[in-house]
C-alpha cells in the first residue's frame, strides 16, 4: 500500500479526530485543521496527496475551499473528497462540478468510508 499524506479539513472536533484516527489506522499520515483557511494555508506550504474536506463550515465553507484549490495552478491536482451529513443529491452535483473527486456522506468517519476512499485515488494515481 502507498503511504499518503492526507490533510482532514473539518470544522468539528470530533469528527475531525475520527477521521484523522481512522486514516492514520490505515497507514497514512494525517494532518487536521478546522477551517477552510488553515487548508488553504497549508496546501500552499505543504505536499498533500489527498484532501478530505467537510462541505458546511463556517467562514469558508468546503464548495469555496474547493472552488480555491481548483482555480490555483499549484493545487490543483490534488484530488479532494468531500464529506457531508447533507444526503440531497444538489450538494453532491455541485461538489463534483466544481472538482471534487468523490463525495463521501456521513457517517464517512466509518473506518471502511474512508479507506475505500484513499484505495481509489492511490489506484487512480498510479495510472
Same mark, same amino acid.
Given at each position: 500500500?502507498?503511504?499518503?499524506?492526507?490533510?482532514?479539513?473539518?470544522?468539528?472536533?470530533?469528527?475531525?479526530?475520527?477521521?484523522?484516527?481512522? *486514516?492514520?489506522?490505515? %497507514?497514512?499520515?494525517?494532518?487536521? @485543521?478546522?477551517?477552510?483557511? +488553515? =487548508?488553504?494555508? &497549508? /496546501?500552499?506550504?505543504?505536499?498533500?496527496?489527498?484532501?478530505?474536506?467537510? *462541505?458546511?463550515?463556517? %467562514?469558508?465553507?468546503?464548495?469555496? @475551499?474547493?472552488?480555491?484549490? +481548483? =482555480?490555483?495552478? &499549484? /493545487?490543483?491536482?490534488?484530488?479532494?473528497?468531500?464529506?457531508?451529513?447533507?444526503?440531497?443529491?444538489?450538494?453532491?452535483?455541485?461538489?463534483?462540478?466544481?472538482?471534487?473527486?468523490?463525495?463521501?456522506?456521513?457517517?464517512?468517519?466509518?473506518?471502511?468510508?474512508?479507506?475505500?476512499?484513499?484505495?481509489?485515488?492511490?489506484?487512480?494515481?498510479?495510472?
Amino acid at each position: 500500500m502507498i503511504i499518503g499524506n492526507i490533510l482532514v479539513v473539518d470544522d468539528d472536533f470530533g469528527t475531525r479526530e475520527i477521521i484523522k484516527h481512522n *486514516v492514520i489506522e490505515q %497507514g497514512h499520515q494525517a494532518t487536521a @485543521v478546522e477551517d477552510g483557511e +488553515k =487548508a488553504i494555508e &497549508l /496546501l500552499k506550504s505543504r505536499a498533500f496527496d489527498l484532501v478530505l474536506l467537510d *462541505v458546511l463550515m463556517p %467562514g469558508l465553507d468546503g464548495h469555496e @475551499v474547493l472552488r480555491r484549490l +481548483k =482555480a490555483d495552478h &499549484l /493545487l490543483r491536482h490534488i484530488p479532494v473528497v468531500m464529506i457531508s451529513g447533507l444526503d440531497d443529491i444538489k450538494s453532491v452535483v455541485t461538489c463534483i462540478e466544481i472538482g471534487a473527486e468523490d463525495f463521501l456522506t456521513n457517517p464517512s468517519t466509518q473506518p471502511c468510508s474512508v479507506h475505500a476512499s484513499i484505495l481509489a485515488r492511490e489506484k487512480n494515481s498510479q495510472r
